[in-house]
């Protein structure tokens, strides 16, 4: 068997990349799963977002890195990749992002103040987000804490305009015919004001 006969198997039994909507790697599929499923969760949708996770990779890479970001709010950030939630979200803000370093984020994240109504959904305003992206960046010196970022949103949605008919009004037959038509010479205004005030009898 030839050495290139060999690596086209190796390559056809080789495990295919994991490509799913909660995140690009299966560390972020399964924190979002744990979110997703968990028992005080308080939202009753929550789905995974592609693109949410592409922005949540971005920001644990850029987290981890030590990246200059200029100050850019977590709302800003998502904003600018492409993701957008009603407009009455503040741009300079944070109503979107959850943090967490370590071996255990869910953990961290139920347990903390600053995160806790977020992931779960508590509350009036976070219990309306029903989309979630988990980013996950490991890095090479085992010394430095694997990096998490959480992204839980409401999309916008185009308002829905229900457009409802009013019936027509009825037309008065002083504010059409004249005073003393009844007694006009011109048949055609008088033949008018006749059917109108028919109409206006009958209803």
Known sequence: MSIYVILLFALSIEKPAVTNNCGINNQSIDLAHQIIS??????????????????????????????NQNDMTPNEFVVKQGYRFPNY???????VEAVAKGSDP?????????????????????????????????????????QWVVLIAQPWQAPKVRYKMAPPKPVNVKDVCPSGWENSADWQLKR?????????NQE
């Open 106 to 146: 869910l953990s961290y994240l139920i347990n903390s103040d600053k995160h806790r109504d977020h992931v779960l959904g508590l509350g009036d305003f976070f219990s309306l987000q029903t989309e979630i992206g988990i980013g996950f960046f490991k890095d090479e010196d085992p010394a430095t804490p694997n």
């Open 38 to 67: 968990h028992p005080e969760q308080n939202r009753k949708t929550l789905k995974c977002s592609a693109l949410l996770s592409e922005i949540a990779q971005l920001k644990a890479k850029i987290i981890a890195s030590d990246l």
């Open 89 to 95: 979200y503040p741009l300079h803000g944070n109503q």
């Open 192 to 200: 008018k004001c006749e059917k109108l005030d028919q109409e206006a």
